[in-house]
């Protein structure tokens, strides 16, 4: 069993940045895949960020360049940091973990609560 939390969220004028943290606990081992997800109401959860235990990663195209995912192993924290937030980045966060490298909801098993992350213009 893995718990998920994240935090950081909140309301960010855009152009600025932010940054979400996710703290595992229980039994990490078996999912050492990490990802971030996001959701907008009416929209279907979408894939943001995900790296693997050697620190592979990939983006999705709408935040490639502005996201970076990165892991902190030893803490078993997991972080986005936002740069040049846009409106459309106004989403539910979500930190998802599980045993493969992939960009589906179906790829995860463990997720958080989510945080809530607004980008006024």
């Known amino acids: 069993q893995v718990h998920l939390v994240e935090s950081g969220g909140g309301l960010v004028q855009a152009g600025g940045s932010l940054r979400l943290s996710c703290a595992a606990s229980?039994?990490?081992?078996?999912?050492?895949?990490k990802a971030w997800f996001r959701q907008a109401p009416e929209k279907e959860r979408e894939f943001v960020a995900v790296?693997?235990?050697?620190?592979?990663?990939d983006y999705a195209e709408s935040v490639k360049g502005r996201f970076t995912i990165s892991r902190e192993d030893a803490k078993k924290m997991v972080y986005l940091q936002m740069n040049n937030l846009k409106p459309e980045d106004t989403a539910v966060y979500y930190c998802?973990?599980?045993?493969?490298?992939?960009?589906?909801?179906?790829?995860?098993?463990?997720w958080g609560q989510g945080t809530q992350v607004t980008v006024s213009s």
């Open positions: 998802a973990a599980g045993g493969r490298f992939g960009t589906s909801v179906q790829d995860f098993v463990h």
């Open positions: 790296i693997d235990g050697e620190e592979s990663a």
């Open positions: 229980g039994r990490t081992f078996s999912s050492i895949v």
